[in-house]
């Protein structure tokens, strides 16, 4: 009866996270970066890796989401669909791991029903991007790990039965983790976690016996060996990351700001007091849920829990002391680990009472910042690009000319666009070469450059120009086109929409000019 109504409760799970997942999952404007993945599926195989290398991310995304888009098409529900797919297998996945690692039912549930309802786990869903294939792939990874180890004690114990289920196990975890390799860097953080604690269960188990690593060694070496073909991209991408990138360095707020964001899905501030005592308070709560899961569980498992929160810290801070690359959202994976930890702690406690107020005060938290989040977004109210380029759609005319002042709105634009007039990038007159990598390049060709807009021989009088810019960026993406002087506004005029992507306060702009 027990396993019935355990099996009731994840099903309920499964559909709350769906809920959460699917509702307005295309009220938010396609942004930069998911255009790039919409945008690059489009190429032919050979095209898409040879674009894929010129950008900063490795592949089995891209690849996923093509098979995916074949066959449920390229719309934004579509797209975003794959997200919210791997989003709820997540949330499935958490399950197994917590009960393989725990052997707790009821704590599992928890665990699974935190993550279905996380607000910064949810944030992501809404972007066709990586992030959640990863979460899904890390915790794929983490339980064919914790099944064998497992099942590898067992054989050397004694039980003979368990020598294939070994085998299998670590060549699942090889695979599995090879995948998250080649879905986001930042998964090398989270799988140097899990080879940490590898180890460490391998010395618990074995001590100085070391030819009954072999297992987890083959393993390890399979990796390895999965990742040669990529290895010399990895280089290149790594070295232009390296050399320049967007993201700003890490101060004494990062880290306190980023914990933030795990708990609540919502934006830190260091703008008063109170906001930076919030910020020292999520942080201490934070340390404390780990020093508690550290002292009061027993289980062995734990530790793989605790290095998969503190580990991926640890080397980003490191890995930016060159060249930064903190940035929030790429702790999507670590996050993972403090809410199985949250649920590790809350049923640390002897009192069904305690664990029931405590799980309900959680919850209670997450469902109060998925809310406040959305409704501080309004994504309604603002359309943006989507709202932008529906007006273009509806007033171009066939020989007119559209102008994108932006690299960064330039991608969302083209997958908007449905006028049949192929739009130009405004770059002021540089090449392709001279802008900066991370602004999409890898996508970009020489014809889709448009020259400066005094040009004679391109602009000519009476053509009618649509300009569409943004107050989001500085350089390549001016708040105000330099519009010449002979220009003269067209009937439609000049409208605005304001944006929820890339963050709060974005305007797209776009005005018809007519060249005199």
């Given amino acids: 009866m027990k396993n019935k109504i355990y099996c009731i409760g994840l099903i309920a799970i499964i559909a709350v996270a769906t809920f959460f997942r699917l509702y307005h999952i295309t009220l938010i404007s396609l942004w930069h970066d998911e255009a790039f993945s919409a945008l690059l599926i489009n190429y032919n195989w050979h095209e898409m890796f040879y674009r894929i290398g010129l950008d900063v991310h490795p592949p089995l995304y891209y690849v996923l989401l093509r098979f995916w888009a074949d066959v449920l098409g390229h719309s934004l529900l579509s797209l975003r669909g794959f997200s919210a797919f791997f989003g709820v297998a997540a949330v499935v996945a958490a399950y197994g791991v917590v009960q393989e690692a725990f052997k707790n039912k009821a704590l599992s549930l928890t665990a699974a029903f935190f993550l279905a ?39 050397y114990n004694g039980d003979a039965t368990t020598k294939n289920k070994t085998i299998w196990n670590w060549l699942w975890f090889a695979l599995a983790t090879s995948a998250c390799m080649y879905t986001h860097y930042y998964e090398f953080f989270s799988v140097f976690a899990l080879a940490l604690y590898a180890l460490y269960a391998e010395i618990k188990m074995h001590g100085r016996e070391i030819k009954k690593y072999a297992y987890a060694l083959s393993s390890y070496v399979l990796v390895l060996i999965l990742y040669i073909p990529w290895l010399k991209t990895f280089m290149y991408q790594f070295n232009q990351v390296q050399a320049s990138y967007w993201i700003t360095k890490p101060d004494k707020w990062s880290v306190p700001s980023i914990l933030w964001a795990m708990l609540t899905g919502s934006e830190a501030s260091t703008s008063d007091t109170l906001a930076r005592t919030l910020l020292i308070l999520g942080t201490l709560f934070v340390l404390f849920v780990l020093v508690m899961v550290a002292i009061k569980e027993k289980r062995k498992e734990k530790w793989l829990v605790i290095l998969g929160l503190v580990v991926p ?69 603002h359309p943006g690009m989507s709202a932008a380029s529906s007006f273009v759609n509806a007033n171009a005319k066939p020989g007119d000319t559209i102008v994108v002042d932006s690299a960064f709105e330039f991608f969302n634009f083209t997958y908007y666009n449905h006028t ?29 450059i ?67």
């Fill in 117 to 155: 309802i996380h607000p910064f786990q949810i944030q992501y869903v809404t972007e066709a991007r990586m992030y959640t294939l990863g979460t899904f792939l890390i915790l794929l990874a983490a339980y064919f790990l914790l099944r064998a180890l497992r099942f590898e004690e067992a054989y």
């Fill in 420 to 448: 049949g007039i192929t739009a130009l990038l405004y770059t002021g007159g540089n090449p392709i070469s001279d802008m900066p990598h991370f602004s999409g390049t890898a996508l970009l060709v020489p014809k889709e």
């Fill in 450 to 516: 448009s020259p400066r807009l005094d040009d004679a021989t391109t602009y000519k009088p009476g053509q009618t120009v649509w300009l569409v810019w943004t107050n989001a960026y500085g350089g390549y993406g001016d708040i105000d086109p330099n519009v010449p002087l002979s220009w003269k506004l067209g009937s439609s005029g000049e409208h605005s929409w304001s944006d929820v992507r890339p963050y709060s306060g974005t305007n797209i702009y776009v005005a018809e000019y007519i060249v005199h």
């Fill in 313 to 381: 810290f640890i080397l980003a801070l490191l890995m930016s002391l060159k060249q930064s690359i903190f940035l929030e959202r790429y702790f999507l994976f670590a996050e993972l680990f403090f809410t199985i930890a949250l649920a590790v702690w809350i049923f640390s406690f002897k009192s069904k009472t305690v664990k029931v107020v405590l799980s309900c005060i959680v919850a209670a938290t997450m469902f109060w910042y998925s809310y406040a989040n959305a409704k501080s977004l309004d994504a309604a109210a």
